[in-house]
């Protein structure tokens, strides 16, 4: 099987009456995996994490869904953690469902973006007014050109 250097690190934030015993629970079901490092600010309600080791796919898997699990559980808002996988760094959204959709389709569309960018293409980018008419039909407010 093929075995790597994992890393997951970040912080989400909280509910306020979070308990150690939650935070306990996550821990240990963890620590048979990897190094653990978890840490909660009761003052800025968040927990930070840092996960590590040497281990099989799976289980990178399998602490990334108790991860997902515990965030779905506790989370305020979706958050965005730093996923590393035998140097493939990769994002892991986690947390409040309606957040992490949208934090997701933002991911989406930077990619999109991205691989235009990757192309060499030239952007037109014209600006209105928050009403959506423009000044005049023939005159755009501002024009700008952006080379990648």
Request: a negative charge.
């Amino acid at each position: 099987m093929d075995t790597g250097t994992y890393v997951i690190s970040g912080s989400l934030p909280v509910n306020d009456d979070l308990e150690t015993e939650q935070l306990e629970r996550v821990r240990r079901h963890l620590n048979g995996f990897a190094g653990v490092y978890l840490a909660h600010d009761q003052i800025a309600h968040t927990v930070s994490l840092h996960v590590s080791g040497t281990m099989l796919r799976d289980d990178a898997r399998l602490i990334e869904r108790r991860i997902e699990k515990f965030a779905e559980e506790n989370s305020t808002a979706g958050t965005i953690l730093l996923s590393e996988w035998n140097g493939l760094t990769t994002w892991l959204v986690v947390g409040m469902n309606w957040h992490v959709q949208c934090l997701i389709k933002l991911g989406a569309v930077q990619e999109q973006f991205a691989r235009l960018v990757e192309r060499d293409f030239d952007f037109l980018v014209r600006l209105e007014p928050p009403n959506g008419s423009a000044v005049s039909q023939s005159q755009p407010l501002m024009c700008v050109s952006v080379a990648t």
